[in-house]
């Protein structure tokens, strides 16, 4: 069966460092992957895409790689802040021709000042 | 400006009674979508329309009825509202073309049926 597998637990970091959340799938073979941040109370928020035959992109403080072959998603964000502390959703497209994304249940980031 | 507007925010009901929830978008969008968020913080994709035409409807019981009156609007109504039904039910939009599926959600409306 399908399946987007996000970290359930909690990421605590120190403000200052990296954060690398990690999203790997199976049984998908997406055209793309996204980001989404999600506050409490609140609709999720597009960060970022990458496409299949892309390997990183980036985005201010964020950095997003992907790997096919390893049927995986990094989500990095640099010199993190308080601020980023958020919910992270991925999603992906199963290819399927709908382009409609599947989202994982997501990891919540806690940066500590 | 409010690109995605969902109403109400909140939504308390009984068993058995029927509501709606409002969608409208600004943006210009041609493909809106309905999505269900439960309590394990689960989003799954309920309905898709495009230009007014669904294009997706997930696995979802026949008491969910979307209705899209133009393309800017998409609302939800629901029959005979079940404990399960107890959610948040987020409205989005995404931009022509089928190549992206970026999505932009709305506020979420937070149903509870008692």
């Known amino acids: 069966s399908q399946k987007i597998e996000q970290n359930s637990e909690a990421l605590n970091i120190q403000e200052g460092k990296t954060a690398t959340l990690t999203c790997n799938y199976t049984?998908?073979?997406?055209?793309?992957l996204q980001w989404y941040r999600q506050d409490p109370g609140r609709g999720p928020v597009f960060l970022l895409l990458?496409?299949?035959?892309?390997k990183e992109k980036r985005k201010e403080r964020l950095k997003v790689t992907f790997d096919t072959t390893l049927k995986q998603s990094l989500f990095h964000i640099t010199a993190s802040q308080p601020a980023d502390s958020a919910t992270y959703l991925c999603?992906?497209?199963?290819?399927?021709?709908?382009?409609?994304?599947?989202f994982g249940r997501g990891t919540s980031l806690i940066v500590h000042p | 400006d409010t690109a995605v507007s969902q109403t109400p925010k909140y939504l308390v009901t009984q068993m058995g009674n029927d509501k709606s929830i409002k969608c409208e978008q600004n943006l210009g969008h041609d493909t809106m979508y309905w999505y269900k968020q439960d309590s394990k913080k689960f989003l799954k994709i309920m309905f898709s329309?495009?230009?007014?035409?669904?294009?997706i409807n997930e696995t979802v019981p026949n008491r969910f009825s979307p209705k899209s009156p133009d393309k800017a609007h998409l609302n939800l109504h629901i029959n005979s509202l079940e404990l399960g039904d107890s959610a948040v039910y987020f409205c989005?939009?995404?931009?022509?073309?089928?190549?992206?599926?970026?999505?932009?959600f709305g506020p979420g409306t937070r149903l509870t049926v008692l």
């Open positions: 049984n998908y073979s997406p055209a793309y």
């Open positions: 990458i496409r299949e035959n892309e």
């Open positions: 999603a992906l497209d199963d290819a399927g021709g709908s382009y409609i994304p599947t």
């Open positions: 989005a939009s995404s931009p022509p073309g089928t190549s992206l599926g970026e999505q932009f």
């Open positions: 329309y495009n230009n007014k035409e669904l294009i």
